[in-house]
């Protein structure tokens, strides 16, 4: 058995537990929806996924997309980054790996951050009053893409005013 197949196995089978303990059916189209999840890399939002769901040619309306997702989350299956985005962003855990993300202020742009003293930190934080279930850390700021046309419109606005002058 593959690495991925075998960690499709243990997602399905802790949805499965979930849905069992909440009474809740199971359904081909919410294991249908965690297969989608579980292929995604990175994050998502729910129109990606009802993309990616007509792409496989599965038919499920927006709103059994919204609530399986909504479950995931519940299940401790998928993660819904606290983004002021219009868009809720998920990403899904396949582990219990400490994730760090940088986040730009103007286009929202998610990207993760690859760093071994970040993850370390977040690796060895504890704290009496409160059990630890998820590791991630945001970093707030402008991305270059962002920070290059603030710069540019700048320089046509400095040139703007210079020409009103002259
Ligand atoms: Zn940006």
Same mark, same amino acid.
């Given at each position: 058995?593959s690495?991925?197949?075998?960690?499709?196995?243990q997602?399905?089978?802790?949805?499965r537990?979930y849905?069992?303990a909440?009474?809740l059916?199971q359904?081909?189209?919410?294991?249908?929806?965690?297969?989608?999840i579980?292929?995604?890399?990175?994050t998502? %939002?729910i129109?990606? *996924?009802q +993309?990616?769901?007509? !792409?496989? /040619?599965?038919?499920? =309306? $927006?709103?059994t997309?919204?609530? %399986?997702?909504q479950? *995931?989350? +519940?299940?401790?299956? !998928?993660? /819904?980054h606290?983004f =002021? $985005?219009?868009?809720?962003?998920?990403?899904?855990l396949?582990?219990?790996?400490?994730?760090?993300?940088?986040?730009?202020?103007?286009?929202?742009?998610?990207?993760?951050?690859k760093?071994?003293?970040?993850?370390?930190?977040?690796?060895?934080?504890h704290?009496?009053?409160?059990?630890?279930?998820?590791?991630?850390?945001?970093?707030?700021?402008?991305?270059?893409?962002?920070?290059?046309?603030?710069?540019?419109?700048?320089?046509?606005?400095?040139?703007k005013?210079?020409?009103?002058?002259?």
């Amino acid at each position: 058995m593959s690495e991925k197949t075998s960690l499709q196995e243990q997602v399905r089978e802790r949805f499965r537990q979930y849905l069992t303990a909440n009474k809740l059916r199971q359904t081909r189209e919410r294991f249908a929806i965690l297969h989608a999840i579980y292929d995604i890399e990175g994050t998502f %939002t729910i129109e990606d *996924l009802q +993309e990616i769901m007509q !792409l496989q /040619r599965f038919h499920v =309306s $927006t709103n059994t997309l919204y609530l %399986t997702t909504q479950l *995931l989350v +519940e299940a401790n299956l !998928l993660l /819904r980054h606290p983004f =002021s $985005t219009s868009a809720a962003v998920f990403e899904c855990l396949p582990d219990n790996r400490p994730r760090s993300y940088q986040i730009c202020n103007s286009c929202h742009r998610i990207t993760r951050i690859k760093s071994k003293s970040l993850a370390q930190s977040l690796e060895t934080y504890h704290t009496r009053s409160f059990t630890v279930s998820h590791r991630i850390a945001y970093i707030y700021g402008t991305c270059a893409m962002c920070a290059s046309a603030m710069e540019k419109q700048l320089k046509l606005l400095n040139q703007k005013a210079q020409a009103d002058i002259s």
